[in-house]
C-alpha cells in the first residue's frame, strides 16, 4: 500500500468517526431547533434542558426554541431561565408562528433568552403571578408575590437590555404586548420580528449580541443545518397527561372503574383500569398544583353520595353530594395561571358520574336484597312431604323437588304430612307442618 493510499484511507476513517463535528467546523454553522406547544412544568423543563444539553455536546452554534404556551409554573420558569443562562450556545426564544402567543411563564422566559423574537400576530404578557394552588391569598400575600416576580423580571429584562418598566408592568399590572409594541418599544422588549424560523436565522446571521456574563458573540447562521430536536415518548406522554383537563379525566374515569367494581366484585377489568387511571391522575396532580379544597369536596361528595344509597333523604343527600362533586372539581382544575378546564367539560362529567354512581348503587343494593338464587338456600319457603317420622329429638327425612332431603322439626310430624321449609342449618333443612304457625307446639291428625 503507497503512502497516498494510506493517507486516504485514514482521511476517510476520520470523516466516517465524526461526521458532525467535521461538517461543522467546515463551515455550515449548526442551528438546533426545538418547538414546545403546552403548559410550563416540569417536563417543560426537562425538555429544555435536553435540547441546550444536545446543542453542548454537539457544538451548536445557536439554539432556537419556538415557544407557544398559556403559561405554567413559576418554578419551572425559574428552572429554564437557569438552564438558559448557563447554556453554551446562544438561546433564541421564538413565538411563533403568526397568531401563538406567550403568556405569564412564557413571558418571562421570552425575556430570559439571549435573543427574543415574535412573530407577526403573536402577543406575550400578563406575568401576574396567582396562586399555584388555585385558592384565594390575602392581598398582602399577593403583592409580595407579585413584587418578587417583578424584580426577577426586572434583572432579566435589566440584564438584556430591555425595557425594564414594560416588562414590570407586565407582571404588576398584566399587560400583554403585540410583536409591533414589543419592538417598537423604547429600548424594545423584542430584538427582532420574524416571519418563521428560516427568516429568523437570515435576520441573525452577523448579529453580535450580548450573554447573560457580558461577553459578547457574533452569530453565524447563514446556510445553516437545522437539527430539529422533539420530545422523547416519555416526556411526551407525561406532557400530555399532565394537562389539567387529561387529569380530570383520568381522576373521573378512575373513580367511576372502582365504583363499578365495589358494585360488581370480581369483574377485575373495571378495577384494573380505575386503579391505572387514579394512579396516572395522581401522578398529573404531583407535576400541577392541586387545589386541597377541591380534592376534599370531591371527597366529600361522593361520601354523600354513598350515604344517599344507606339513609332515607329524599334526594338531599344525593343533590348535596353532586353539588359538592361539582363544585370541587371546578375548583381542582382551576390550577394553571391562563388555562381553566371549560365548564362545558366538567359539567356533564361531574354529574354524570354522581347519577351512573347512584344508579349502579341502587342496583346494587336492590340485587343484595332479592332472595338467593342459587344454593340451598333457594329451598327456604318450598314445601314438600314428610318421608319418614320427624320428631325435635330425632330428624328424619322429606322429599322435595324430587330430592331426599334430611329435616328437622320443634313438632311431631307423621310420614306423609305436607311440610315447609323454614331454614337450613348446613345440609340439615328446619321444617314445620304446611300451614301451621311458628308457635304450634302439636299437630292435630
Known amino acids: 500500500m503507497t503512502w497516498a493510499r494510506f493517507g486516504l484511507l485514514v482521511t476517510l476513517l476520520g470523516c466516517a468517526s465524526f461526521p458532525a463535528h467535521a461538517q461543522s467546523s467546515a463551515g455550515r454553522p ?19 434542558a435536553d435540547v441546550i444539553d444536545q446543542a453542548d455536546t454537539s457544538d451548536a452554534d445557536i439554539v432556537v426554541f419556538v415557544l407557544r404556551t398559556p403559561g405554567g409554573l ?37 425575556i430570559a433568552a439571549d435573543v427574543a423574537a415574535m412573530a407577526p400576530g403573536t402577543h406575550a404578557g400578563a406575568a401576574h403571578p396567582v396562586s399555584g394552588s388555585g385558592q384565594t391569598v390575602d392581598k398582602t400575600m399577593s403583592d409580595k408575590a407579585a413584587s418578587d416576580t417583578a424584580a426577577y423580571v426586572r434583572s432579566l429584562a435589566g ?25 417598537e418599544a423604547k429600548p424594545p422588549l423584542i430584538d427582532l420580528v420574524a416571519k418563521d424560523v428560516d427568516d429568523l436565522l437570515r435576520q441573525l446571521d452577523g448579529r453580535t449580541i450580548a450573554r447573560f456574563d457580558g461577553r459578547t458573540t457574533t452569530l453565524r447562521t447563514r446556510d445553516a443545518d437545522i437539527r430539529r430536536v422533539e420530545m422523547s415518548r416519555r416526556q411526551r406522554f407525561l406532557s400530555a397527561i399532565a394537562h389539567p383537563q387529561i387529569a380530570y379525566l383520568l381522576l373521573t374515569l378512575g373513580m367511576l372503574g372502582l365504583t363499578v367494581e ?3 366484585p370480581g369483574a377485575i377489568v373495571p378495577c384494573v383500569a380505575g386503579g391505572l ?36 333523604s329524599f334526594g338531599a343527600l344525593g343533590i ?5 362533586l361539582l363544585v370541587g372539581s371546578i375548583m381542582l382544575t382551576d390550577t394553571i395561571p391562563g388555562l381553566r378546564v371549560s365548564y362545558g367539560f366538567i359539567v356533564p362529567m361531574a354529574l354524570g358520574f354522581a347519577a351512573l354512581f347512584l344508579v349502579l348503587g341502587r342496583l346494587a343494593l336492590k340485587a343484595l336484597r332479592q332472595p338467593h338464587a342459587t ?35 320443634k313438632v311431631p310430624i307423621p310420614p306423609g304430612r305436607p311440610v315447609r321449609v323454614t331454614n337450613v342449618s348446613g345440609l340439615t333443612l328446619l321444617v314445620e307442618p304446611f300451614g301451621a304457625s311458628e308457635g304450634d307446639e302439636t299437630w292435630k291428625v
Open 30 to 48: 449548526v442551528a438546533v431547533v426545538a418547538e414546545f406547544d403546552g403548559i410550563i412544568h416540569p417536563i417543560s423543563a426537562e425538555f429544555l
Open 74 to 110: 413559576l418554578d419551572s420558569t425559574r428552572s429554564m431561565v437557569s438552564r438558559m443562562i448557563t447554556s453554551r450556545a446562544p438561546v433564541v426564544v421564538f413565538v411563533g408562528p403568526p397568531g401563538a402567543r406567550a403568556a405569564s411563564a412564557g413571558f418571562v422566559i421570552l
Open 375 to 409: 344454593g340451598i338456600e333457594t329451598l327456604v319457603g318450598h314445601t314438600g312431604r314428610a318421608r319418614t317420622p320427624i320428631a325435635p329429638d330425632a330428624p328424619g327425612q322429606i322429599d322435595l323437588r324430587g330430592e331426599i332431603w334430611r329435616a328437622a322439626s
Open 277 to 312: 387511571c387514579l394512579l396516572l391522575a395522581f401522578f398529573a396532580f404531583q407535576i400541577l398544583p392541586v387545589d386541597t379544597t377541591g380534592l376534599l369536596l370531591i371527597i366529600f361528595g361522593i361520601s354523600l353520595l354513598l350515604l344517599e344509597l344507606k339513609v332515607p
Open 159 to 183: 440584564t438584556r437590555g430591555r425595557n425594564v418598566t414594560l416588562a414590570a408592568d407586565a407582571v404588576l399590572e398584566s399587560r400583554a404586548f403585540t410583536d409591533r409594541e414589543a419592538i
Open 320 to 324: 348535596g353530594g353532586a353539588i359538592s
Open 262 to 264: 365495589l358494585w360488581n
